[in-house]
């Protein structure tokens, strides 16, 4: 699709969004390749099956929109919305998702190898099966998303450390995260007590 075709397909997409007539974006398997869509309004567009690998589509609103089965691989969507996207085995290696926001979002079996994920929003993210292995998770925030199935690695791992506060014991056990260690309050207030009785008991 070259620039011309793509302009007008989005402000279509903008008149039928905005103003209820023209008509939301149908890009199902265009070639989209290192395509400028800076802060472009796709909003619940259908993008299934596209190829946008190297396209910038960065704080793009693509609330809704439909990834499924879409190469987004080295593309640039850091502090984009995608609150509810389908992302199903949507192919996102080596993409800057940093800032974005997935709330909600569906990437069942994704491709998230070597993705960044600094600072993403993945609340309720169902990330059921996806491949993180590589994915930097610092700062990510993972409340209440569902990680059964994913995979892992070490680097994975260690860069989770920093969405701790935002994990459970089940999320860190699925990322194959040891858990927190856990102070035993109770075990040190016996421990406490006993020493007290021993010193109490040694002569003065």
């Known amino acids: 699709m070259n620039r011309r075709e793509l302009d007008d397909v989005l402000e279509l997409h903008r008149r039928w969004f905005e103003e209820g007539r023209g008509q939301r974006a149908n890009l199902t398997g265009a ?60 192919n996102m290696t080596s993409t800057d998702l940093s800032h974005a926001v997935l709330r909600v979002a569906s990437l069942p079996g994704a491709y998230l190898n070597n993705a960044n994920l600094d600072g993403a929003s993945l609340y309720r993210a169902d990330l059921h099966g996806a491949d993180l292995r590589g994915a930097y998770l610092h700062n990510a925030y993972l409340s209440e998303a569902d990680l059964r199935g994913v995979r892992t690695n070490w680097f994975t791992r260690m860069t989770a450390r920093g969405a701790d506060y935002s994990l459970t014991d089940e999320q860190r056990a699925q990322l194959g995260m040891q858990p927190p260690p856990r102070a035993d309050n109770a075990g040190r207030g ?15």
């Open 31 to 90: 070639d989209l390749t290192r395509a400028n869509l800076y802060g472009a309004n796709l909003n619940s567009a259908d993008l299934s099956g596209a190829d946008l690998h190297g396209a910038d589509l960065s704080g793009a609103n693509l609330w809704r929109a439909d990834f499924a089965g879409t190469n987004l691989a080295g593309a640039k969507l850091p502090g984009a919305e995608l609150t509810g996207a389908r992302l199903r085995f949507a």
């Open 190 to 204: 016996r421990s406490a007590t006993q020493l007290a009785r021993r010193l109490k008991d040694q002569p003065g």
